[in-house]
């Protein structure tokens, strides 16, 4: 009988799927590397071959997943007709849903980088990716007369560290607050910061 062997970039795309599903569910320091195997009903020696430590494993995780995020705001902000409709949908994108799985892993990973130099320099690079693709709208909404801000960066910066602590607010401190009245804030100071009415920003 022939033996049928999936691509091996099929075979790590499920191994860091499942790695990130992990994550989410149990966090990163419970994490080992016989969990992922189990999901995925193959051996530990499988998911070692192709990542060879556990902190490799995790750091290609982040990367998969931050960019699997990136590609999904892309295809969701792509046929958007102004910066205005872009920003207000990647705004209502970012913002932690009910169930916040994304949330969950950002704040999973910043935790864990508190002790892991490796991890916190895989983190630094991909929050710098998320503040990059904001940027880009900001400026475009600058050239276009959309929004007023003279540091277009800076103001992608302030934004995302508004963002991150309603966030860390909304999933770690589930009771602390409203989740319409935080979203009511976060829309009142990204509309500070770009010169715009709070209204303009809630989408339809």
């Given at each position: 009988m022939t033996r049928h062997r999936k691509d091996a970039g099929?075979?790590?795309?499920?191994?860091?799927?499942?790695?990130v599903a992990q994550i989410?569910?149990?966090?990163?320091?419970?994490?080992?590397?016989?969990?992922?195997?189990?999901?995925?009903?193959?051996?530990?020696?499988?998911?070692?071959?192709?990542?060879?430590?556990?902190?490799?494993?995790?750091?290609?995780?982040?990367?998969?997943?931050?960019?699997?995020?990136?590609?999904?705001?892309?295809?969701?902000?792509?046929?958007?007709?102004?910066?205005?409709?872009r920003l207000s949908t990647a705004l209502d994108w970012y913002a932690p849903t009910k169930g916040a799985k994304g949330w969950t892993l950002w704040i999973e990973g910043w935790a864990a980088a508190l002790r892991e130099p490796a991890l916190?320099?895989?983190?630094?690079?991909?929050?710098?990716?998320?503040?990059?693709?904001?940027?880009?709208?900001?400026?475009?909404?600058?050239?276009?007369?959309?929004?007023?801000a003279e540091d277009p960066r800076g103001a992608a910066w302030r934004i995302t560290a508004l963002l991150d602590g309603v966030a860390v607010q909304t999933v770690v401190h589930r009771e602390t607050r409203d989740r319409e009245q935080t979203a009511a804030w976060s829309r009142q100071i990204v509309a500070h910061e770009l010169g715009l009415r709070p209204a303009a920003l809630e989408g339809d």
């Open positions: 099929l075979r790590r795309g499920e191994i860091l799927r499942a790695t989410e569910k149990r966090g990163i320091h419970p994490l080992r590397i016989s969990d992922v195997a189990r999901d995925l009903a193959v051996s530990p020696a499988l998911v070692i071959y192709h990542f060879r430590t556990k902190e490799a494993l995790i750091g290609e995780a982040f990367t998969w997943a931050v960019q699997r995020d990136l590609d999904r705001l892309d295809k969701l902000t792509s046929d958007c007709p102004t910066a205005l409709a916190r320099t895989v983190g630094r690079e991909l929050d710098l990716r998320w503040k990059e693709a904001l940027t880009a709208i900001i400026q475009e909404g600058v050239a276009a007369g959309e929004f007023s």
